[in-house]
C-alpha cells in the first residue's frame, strides 16, 4: 500500500545536516514535511523531554495533521574517552539520540495506527556496530537505537507500520568535521559519504515498495562496518 | 445515569472490526479475546477507543484481569458510573 497522499512526515533534527537533505528528498517524494528542532525548524521541542515532544505533536497535528512518516534523526555528540566522560555528557547524549527517538515514536505509532500505514525511519550510526573510542554514549545510544528498531517492527508488523533503521558512516555534516579527516583513510570507499546518499535510502524505506521491509538495519557506509 | 451496555458492545464490536478482527461483528460478552485472536497491541487500541468515546482513562491495572468482551463491557461501565458519581 503507497503513503496516503501529502501524508506528513515529521523529520527530527531536519532543520540541517543529514536531516535536512531527508527533508529535500521527502518533499521530492510528495509528502508534506515537517521539521522539529529544539530551537529551529516548523516546530519546536526538545526530544529528550516527553511532555515537550507531546505539546510538539498536538501542534504538529492541528497545523499540518497525523504523523504518518516520521525519521528520528535528531542527534548530538559530546565525545569523550569512557573515563573522562561525565555522567552529564552520557545522559545528555543518550537521552537526545535514544530517549528523542523513544518519545517521538510513541506519539507518532497513535496517528499511525489510527491510519493502519506508517514509516518510521531511525537514523543510527556506524558507531552502533562498530565501536568507536570516545563515543562510549553515542555509540550506545545509536545501538539502543537499533534494538528499538526491531522491537518496534515486530510489534507493530500487522498493522501496515514499518520500523526501520539506516546507519551512516562518516558523512559531510557540521557534526563530523572535527573527525572527518581522520576517519576517512578507514573507509573502504576511500571518501566520505554525502548528505543526499543517506536520504536516499531513507526515501526507499518510506516508498510503497518497501512495505515487507521491516525491522532492517540499512549501511550507508561505504562498507565501513562490512 | 448508567452507561447502556449494549453500546459499549456496539463501540467493542466498531473497533474491533476497525482493526480487523475476524468475526468482529458476531462478537458477543461470551467472546473472548483468545476465541476473537485479540493481541495485546490490539487490546491496546481497543482501550484507546473505549477511552475516547467514554471519555474515561483505564489504567493497565485494570486491564489485567479483562479477558472477554464481557469483561470490557463491565470495566467500561463501572468506570463511566465512577466518572459520573464524582464531584465535578
Known amino acids: ?122 537514523i543510527s550510526s556506524v558507531v552502533a556496530e562498530r565501536a568507536n573510542p570516545g563515543q562510549a554514549n553515542y555509540g ?18 500487522r498493522k501496515g507500520i514499518t520500523c526501520n533503521a539506516v546507519t551512516p558512516g562518516v558523512i559531510e555534516t557540521d557534526m563530523t568535521t572535527d573527525v572527518a579527516d581522520k576517519l576517512v583513510a578507514g573507509v573502504p570507499a576511500g571518501r566520505i559519504g554525502r548528505p543526499e546518499e543517506v536520504a536516499h535510502a531513507v526515501s526507499f524505506l518510506c516508498s510503497e515498495g518497501a512495505e515487507y521491509v521491516n525491522g532492517a538495519t540499512l549501511a550507508v557506509d561505504g562498507a565501513l562496518a562490512a | 445515569m448508567a452507561v447502556d451496555k449494549t453500546e459499549v458492545l456496539e463501540e467493542i464490536r466498531e473497533q474491533l472490526e476497525a482493526i480487523k478482527v475476524p468475526g468482529a461483528r458476531e462478537a458477543t460478552p461470551e467472546s473472548t479475546w483468545t476465541e476473537l485472536d485479540v493481541d495485546s497491541l490490539d487490546l491496546v487500541e481497543l482501550v484507546k477507543a473505549l477511552e475516547d468515546r467514554f471519555d474515561i482513562k483505564i489504567n493497565d491495572d485494570d486491564l489485567k484481569p479483562i479477558e472477554s468482551v464481557g469483561d470490557a463491557i463491565d470495566l467500561t461501565a463501572r468506570l463511566v458510573e465512577a466518572k459520573e458519581g464524582a464531584p465535578a
Not at chain 1, 140 to 157: D, N, P, V, W
Open chain 1, 1 to 122: 500500500m503507497s503513503a496516503p497522499e501529502g501524508a506528513v512526515a515529521l523529520i527530527t533534527g531536519g532543520a540541517r545536516g543529514i536531516g535536512a537533505a531527508i527533508t529535500e528528498r521527502l518533499k521530492a517524494d510528495g509528502f508534506t514535511t515537517v521539521t522539529l528542532g529544539r530551537t529551529s525548524g516548523d516546530v519546536q521541542a526538545d526530544v529528550g523531554d516527553a511532555e515537550s515532544v507531546q505539546a510538539a505533536f498536538e501542534q504538529v497535528r492541528e497545523r499540518f495533521g497525523p504523523v504518518l512518516v516520521l525519521i528520528n534523526c535528531a542527534g548530538e555528540r559530546q565525545d569523550g574517552l569512557a573515563i573522562r566522560l561525565s555522567a552529564d555528557q552520557w545522559e545528555s547524549v543518550v537521552s537526545t539520540n535514544l530517549n528523542g527517538a523513544f518519545h517521538c515514536t510513541r506519539r507518532a505509532l497513535d496517528d499511525m495506527l489510527k491510519a493502519r500505514w506508517g514509516r518510521i525511519v531511525n
Open chain 1, 140 to 157: 550506545a545510544a545509536k545501538a539502543g537505537m537499533l534494538s528499538m528498531t526491531r522491537t518496534i517492527a515486530r510489534e507493530m508488523a
